[in-house]
């Protein structure tokens, strides 16, 4: 870390002042506690099979998470900056007001209420119950409370006992949340130390324990051949006249898109690794812990997300990896180990994870609505804090509506007429991958902005790296979005209307009467 003169490195160590009646409670370990659950949830466990489905070799699926760590510490350490420059309540909202204008804060933190912290809640915490389902089998996606109710051709409501008991764990731990930052902050720390501890655990067993000589001498002998490799369309039917379908055997373009659209799953494992700037007018040295809180949560998971894959090679096959049930990789790796009961284990510890990471996305994100509400745009009382010093509404709309995303399916019909039902959130949650990556790059791409506009302004903590560092990461994500938007139309360009409809919703809100902005 780059640090300026003497006298500003020296008051960035000092506590700065309340903000609005938040309590600073959040030293350094809280903090990375919630970078570190909040990135940890169940995909680490899932994606890696559709990883080496698309790149088709260990190597490809090692590069693909190894290209994301890569951005996403860059992105971290950038973050630094702009965190320890504005400790306030909001963190990414506050940044893109301030580096470019209101509307494209506000167009941040819709979008994020909208689908990205509250879908994210949605589908983290079914997957809590989905996994809750191997241990208490009548938890299931089937046993109907209320049947599906088609409300369109395309979407229906239901309720089933799996649905009913995601529900409750967001409701469950917004009640907490809202009693106070240290109900929140204890769950985290003991939920994020437990899973941790738990992925750490398979890491172990899978590359000490239970290394199959068979799998690694398939899998990394020849580590770049190609089994299977994904031949992957263009999206949209015009474009296909222009760009051909591709995949990793076709040349240099062919492994540039694989590894484009594979990012994907792996950037989506390794998100909101932001959420801690949410949560900025709350931690008790802002201007020392967030950047280095971002630098080490964000260090710890990549490291733990590579070894896990490691581990993964380590004991099966890259075609067992690639086939395996319901595309759960981490439970196939200890059924090869320990059988049965190696589901049990497994889906036990994905429990545990997943309730620290709703947890995190829960405590962090109501901290954005609150900023936007002190800004007047969103309803008022979002922007106060209750008797505990949190923001309680903010926290019980987030809940609202991540319930209502959690109730809420897709309704599709195939050619013989038979019905199934999808969720709606894991949708949205494709449309908006594109749209996170977007904001990702505006706001680090705001450190240059603002280096330039405000060049006087107190920085504690310099971006390290930069220009390099920061310009590559914009440069790689909207090499990425190229790619989605040529590979992946169908569900890019979705992404992009959500963003664009906030622009009339803000047109509104602005008109609306203010509180006290969040400081400058």
Known sequence: MNMPAATSAASSTEPIASEHGFIRGLGLFDSTMIVVGSMIGSGIFIVSADIARQTGSAGGLLTTW???????????????????????????????????????????????????????????????????????????????????????????????????????????????????????????????????????????????????????????????????????????????????????ASGVWGLLVAYGVAQVGSIFSADAWNNITFTAGEVKNPRRDLPLSLALGTAIVIALYFLANVAYLSTLPLAQIQSAPDDRVATAVLSAMLGGAGAAVMAFAITISTFGCVNGLILAGARVYYAMARDGLFFRSVGRLNERHVPAQALVIQGIWAAVLVLARTRRVDAAGAVSYGNLYSDLLDYVVFSVLIFYALTIAGIFVLRRTRPNAERPYRAFGYPVLPAFYIVMAVAIMAILILYKTQTTWPGLLIVLLGVPVYLIWSRQPRAKATPR
């Open 66 to 248: 190894a290209i994301t760590g890569v951005l996403t510490i860059c992105a971290a350490l950038s973050y630094g900056e702009l965190a320890a420059m504005m400790p306030h309540a909001g963190g990414q909202y506050v940044y893109l007001r301030e580096s470019y204008s209101p509307l494209w804060g506000f167009l941040y933190g819709w979008t994020l209420f909208l689908v990205i912290q509250t879908g994210t809640i949605a589908a983290v915490a079914v997957a809590f119950a989905r996994f809750l389902g191997v241990l208490v089998p009548t938890v299931s996606p089937v046993a109907w409370i209320v049947a599906p109710m088609r409300v369109s051709d395309k979407y229906a409501v239901s309720l089933s006992w799996q649905q009913f008991f995601a529900i409750l764990l967001i409701a469950f731990l917004t009640a907490a949340n809202t009693r106070g930052l240290n109900w929140g902050k204890y769950i985290q720390n003991i939920f994020t130390s437990a899973k941790t501890l738990a992925l750490i655990g398979l890491v172990i067993v899978g590359i000490f324990l239970g290394r199959n000589a068979a799998a690694i001498q398939a899998n990394f002998a020849s580590v770049w051949a190609v089994q299977g490799g994904q031949t992957i369309e263009p999206g949209a039917d015009f474009l296909r006249r222009w760009i051909p379908a591709l995949s990793v």
